[in-house]
């Protein structure tokens, strides 16, 4: 794995979009793997060791999160930026198609790129998460997303992670670790914080109603693979269903005893990811 960056452009100037590059180019497709609204791109660090022996595998930190640059303008935050530096990361591939696993808002990205007229992507995993999400599930995850505490050390940082991240399923305590490893940021007073810039709880907050973008999923062609967990808010039921039967008739896969969002972590998530892909 290799750390690197590629240039994203906003009207404020050029940004800085850190990736973590995964295996050599291959006659397969590379993967992009986008994570959710407060993560980062080492999210899928086991998917993609999992995936590079079969295809060249892209992790990137969206703008304000893991090692990219934080953005000047909190209201650039937004998914039609996201789709922009998202591009310049397709282009950076090299290749002429690519495929998508996004979980949550790197699945909202996926949809969103999947639907355009002559998309790159060739295949599309969406994990938990879909076109109509309730403005309950949103107040909840806005309960956490705009604070900003600080650690005195990486064992206050898990206790916080495990309780605000209890949905996703994670039973493993190697695993609580990982995710703690690579979600923190140092503060200058010596003290630990979450690695992500506070203010994308901007834009995030001024959602006061229901998100509905089937419009958009109606369009998508490409084969989809959707994941669900059994006990999610952000991706109810009856939508999941709704997704099997309308647009690109997704294939629905859920997981018991998990909720918003699967972690991809676990050896069967990745087996199913990587037998989809390939």
Avoid at 11 to 40: D, K, S
Avoid at 54 to 76: E, N, T
Avoid at 80 to 107: E, K, N, Q
Avoid at 239 to 261: C, I, S, Y
Wanted: charged letters at 20%; one cysteine or more.
């Amino acid at each position: 794995m290799e750390q690197k960056y590629v240039l994203g452009q906003s009207p404020l100037g050029f940004h800085r979009i850190a990736y973590a590059e995964w295996g050599t180019q291959t006659q397969n497709p590379p993967v992009i793997c986008a994570h959710g609204l407060t993560r980062n791109g080492r999210d899928f660090d086991r998917l993609a060791a999992r995936l590079q022996s079969a295809a060249q595998v892209f992790c990137p930190d969206m703008p304000g999160r893991g090692k990219s640059d934080w953005l000047k303008d909190p209201a650039l935050y937004s998914y039609p930026h996201y789709c922009a530096d998202m591009t310049a990361l397709i282009a950076r591939t090299g290749a002429a198609t690519v495929d998508w696993v996004g979980t949550s808002m790197g699945g909202l990205i996926g949809m969103l790129l999947a639907a355009q007229p002559n998309t790159p992507i060739r295949r599309l995993v969406i994990n938990d998460v879909g076109p109509f999400i309730p403005k309950a599930a949103l107040q909840r995850i806005g309960e956490y997303v705009g604070l900003v505490p600080e650690f005195l050390d990486a064992k206050g940082v898990e206790e916080y992670l495990r309780k605000i991240y209890a949905s996703f399923g994670i039973t493993r305590d190697e695993d609580w670790r990982e995710l703690t490893a690579n979600s923190t940021r140092k503060l200058p007073n010596g003290m630990l914080a979450l690695g992500h810039d506070p203010a994308i709880a901007k834009n995030f907050l001024g959602l006061d109603k229901d998100v509905d973008i089937w419009e958009f999923y109606d369009r998508i062609t490409c084969p989809v693979l959707l994941l669900r967990g059994e006990n999610s808010d952000v991706l109810p039921a009856e939508t999941a269903h709704d997704m099997t039967q309308r647009g690109p008739k997704a294939k629905l896969v859920e997981f018991p005893n998990v909720g918003h969002a699967p972690a991809l972590m676990d050896a069967d998530q990745i087996g199913l990811v990587t037998d989809f892909l390939r």
